[in-house]
């Protein structure tokens, strides 16, 4: 997938909003999984969100459920990450992974390459 680079990351206010976007510099975007993890300080990297390249699947995790959402765009070989209504909890580095494959893309592990990071801060 060649190199991804997060951006879009800040210092917001609770209930505000960010869009979060990785972009990937090499071919075959559009047969890629990607996906979103974030780590807090002093926390383990944890699955956020995943758009698979098969059909576009979605999945979130419980805790970012009905506030954010995933898309991707293969034509500019972008993925989007667009929280809404964020929480102090949601302080986080924000990375995207890139993965073959199309199952178990909430693990870590499944994924092949990383960007890295974006910050993101919510104030109270």
Request: hydrophobic share 35%; proline share 1%.
């Amino acid at each position: 997938q060649g190199e991804l680079v997060e951006s879009g990351g800040g210092l917001v206010q609770a209930g505000d909003s960010l869009r979060l976007s990785c972009t990937a510099s090499g071919r075959l975007f559009n047969r890629y999984t990607m996906g979103w993890f974030r780590q807090g300080v002093a926390k383990e990297r944890e699955f956020v969100a995943a758009i698979s390249w098969l059909n576009d699947t979605t999945y979130y995790a419980d805790s970012v459920k009905g506030r954010f959402a995933i898309s991707r765009d293969n034509d500019k070989s972008t993925s989007f990450l667009q929280m809404n209504k964020l929480q102090v909890e949601d302080t986080a580095r924000y990375y995207c992974g890139a993965a073959w494959k199309t199952d178990a893309v909430t693990r870590e592990d499944v994924y092949n390459g990383w960007g890295p990071g974006t910050q993101v801060t919510v104030s109270a």
